[in-house]
Every structure is written in C-alpha cells, then in structure tokens.
C-alpha cells in the first residue's frame, strides 16, 4: 500500500475515532450550570433555584423516605445546586439533610441556611448547636430568625456569632403574606444580609416594599412557598401551558413558575421543596436562560391570574 493510502487510512481512522468518542460522550455530557445571582452584601454567587425541606423532609426514620431525599440532595448537588434551607421547626428535616450530606462526603459547594426558632432568646445558642450537630456541619453560611420568634433577642447574637466568624451571613424570615409591615421595620433599620418571603405569581405583595427596600438596603430575598406547597402546580396543571412558555425555554407549569420568580433582578434565589430527582432536576433547569422579562412577567402574571 502506498504512503498516500496509508495517510488517506490514518486521517478516516481518526475520523472515526473521534465520532465515536463524540456519540460515546455526548449523553453523559453534564448540563450547563444553573444562572446564579449575587449576595448583594459581599458579591457571592448563588444559583437562582436551591432546596427548601418544609414537610418534604420531614420523614422520621422510614429509611426508604430517608434514602429517596438523599437522592434528590444528591440530584441537586448534580445540578450545580448549592443553598439548602431548613429550621428546627421541620421535624427531622435536619437529620434527614445531615445524612445525605454525610452519604455525598458533605459536597464543599453547599451553602447551608437554617433557622434559630426558640424564646427565649437565651435558648438559641443550645438550639443552634443541635441544629449543627443534626446538619453534620461546623457552621452555617446564612443563620435566620424564624418567623420573627423572639427577633429583638436573637439578631444581637447571630451578629456576634458573624463577626466572629461562626455563621457568614444573619437573616429574618415570614411566609404566606404575614407581619410583612415588620420585616420592613426590621429591614430598614437592621444590618441583616437577608430576608425570606413568601413570593410566586400569585403571592406577590412584596413587589410593592419589600423588594424595593431590599435593593436599596442591599438585602438578599430567598423566596420561599414558589409553589404554594403544590397547590398552586396542581392548579395550573388542569390547563396547558400557554405559547409563551416556550418562548422562555419552558416544557412544565414549575419550570414557568421558578422562571417568573427568579427573574425579577432583586431575588436571589428560589426554594422549592420536593421529594422527586426528576422535579429536582426541572427545577433546577428552571435557572437558565431565557428569562421572562418584565412586559412579559405581567403577562405571566395577567395570564396565571385568569385560570
């Protein structure tokens, strides 16, 4: 065979090769990473979509149930996801997320979020340190005072335990729509990082105060109750989805949801909470562009209004 054929040979072969390494791989190809937002107080990067484990977690000891969260931790690791949100009031939500956590060699990305739910105040130091010890953590990136409880006491020491270098982040959390007219109060006067509020395209009050006031404070808002702990998805689910669904890369009703929440420029991050790998994975795919912009959030909002 001549020296031509020989090269003509090698260059076909390594044609080949390379399709078939391409063909081999391209399943296995990772998704891309989650968009992500900034803490306003420091710059960190967070995705928009993380993990919330209000009821959803709080499975005792049914070691199947314990086994199916430790997959979609595990599944939301996997995704690029990073904040995790929990409180002592969850159950054992806490133990349930420490175990995964455990099971995955406790993954360097988390940014772990718990909450101090106690009066008196005097009881939040021993409530804090078993909330580490169910977590398997040895501190928590965003410590928050849960609904407001005993507030007045707790925020001096969750800032002692910030500067010296215990916890990275202090917040305040509400959910469904209550005491909004303190949290602003509090968010007016108080150097917290963040703030938790209920907010989905039916739950939207904080647009008018709370939002505004967070971008001029430079507050971070974690939005809790996206789905309105499902009944807002089993709604909307008797009704297909509208044409503009597809115009922002959306195949389910979730996705169009997390979509209308995350993009609005002064939320940083989303918490849904699920028990399904496969709604981890949808949600978390909600973080990426295209997102809704402004003209066409009112008309998601409009449309989801009218069903």
């Not at 407001?148 to 335990?161: D, F, S, V």
């Not at 917040?171 to 007016?188: D, F, L, V």
């Not at 996705?255 to 989303?270: E, G, M």
Request: hydrophobic fraction near 50%; include cysteine.
């Amino acid at each position: 065979m001549s020296d031509r054929m020989d090269a003509r040979r090698r260059r076909l072969l390594a044609a080949m090769t390379v399709t078939a390494a391409t063909a081999v791989c391209a399943p296995l190809a990772a998704a891309a990473p989650p968009l992500t937002r900034r803490v306003p107080a420091t710059g960190e990067a967070l995705p928009l979509v993380g993990l919330g484990s209000w009821i959803t977690f709080n499975v005792g000891n049914d070691r199947q149930a314990r086994r199916e969260c430790a997959e979609v931790v595990a599944a939301f690791f996997a995704a690029g996801g990073r904040m995790i949100d929990s409180s002592p009031m969850y159950g054992s939500s806490q133990d349930v997320i420490g175990s995964a956590l455990a099971g995955l060699g406790m993954p360097s990305a988390l940014f772990s979020a718990d909450k101090v739910w106690t009066a008196p105040g005097s009881r939040g130091p021993a409530q804090i340190a078993q909330s580490l010890t169910a977590w398997r953590v040895a501190r928590f990136d965003l410590l928050q005072v849960h609904n407001l409880l005993a507030w007045h006491e707790h925020l001096p020491a969750l800032y002692a335990m910030k500067a010296a270098g215990r916890i990275r982040y202090v917040g305040i959390t509400t959910s469904e729509g209550r005491r909004h007219a303190e949290i602003e109060q509090i968010m007016a006067r108080e150097p917290i990082d963040f703030v938790q509020v209920t907010y989905n395209v039916l739950d939207r009050e904080i647009e008018q105060r709370i939002l505004p006031l967070a971008r001029e404070r430079r507050i971070g808002v974690i939005a809790n109750r996206p789905f309105r702990e499902g009944a807002l998805l089993r709604q909307l689910s008797r009704h297909p989805l509208p044409a503009w669904a597809a115009e922002i890369g959306c195949t389910t009703w979730a996705q169009a949801v997390l979509k209308f929440i995350v993009a609005h420029p002064d939320v940083t991050c989303a918490i849904p909470a699920t028990t399904s790998v496969a709604h981890v994975r949808e949600n978390l795919a909600a973080a990426a562009l295209p997102l809704p912009d402004a003209a066409l959030r009112r008309r998601i909002a409009a449309d989801v209004g009218k069903l």
